[in-house]
């Protein structure tokens, strides 16, 4: 493929992403990147994605197919040795930081191959079109291989309810839900992290920070 089309094709793909309503901008790694294999990541990333949505949505997750809507992009890093994946999504809760602790502290938890809260990256997003060329800049070399469909969930599949039209009781089954998945202390060292990561972020202005570590 040439590189005019392959450019034509990610500008199409920044376009569409600038389109959907997303405010999270995630990074999940693994405790090893080169030697996890992409099976394996792959199993894991599909099963902490369908915890998210039972988390968020109990049983309606199965049911009616109501799932956290998300787009994810594999990478593999500088030397095309260290898989790792991106993700943007809309913060199904009306606390975005609190959402971003929640997801970096379940896939801290996932498995002993997920990594460490302070090596994910998961922030409130800032600049959108920063973010898009950020979670596309492998296209040119890995093309469409890089758009995770099997992990990414479109809003046009799922209806969920907006956070501030849900009963009272639903939301306690939803604060209990994220209680079971996430303890206070796990929260509370996630926004640990999500502060030094922001204070980080800010100092250098530059997503490749995700990066490191």
Known sequence: MGFEQRKQERQALVQHLLAQDWNVFGTLKFV????IGRNTADKLLRSYWNKIDRVIYGKAAERQNTRVPRWCFAHEGSDHENFHVHFVMPSPLQDTEHMCCVLNA??????????PLAKNWIMPVQERGAVTSYVTHEYWRMGSDTISDNLSWNAEHSNPQPQHALNEHYTQQQTQRITGAASPLWLQQAQQALNTQQAQYEASGDLQIVERG
């Open 106 to 115: 379940v896939w801290a938890q996932h498995h002993a191959q997920t990594a």
């Open 32 to 35: 090893n990147g080169r030697t």
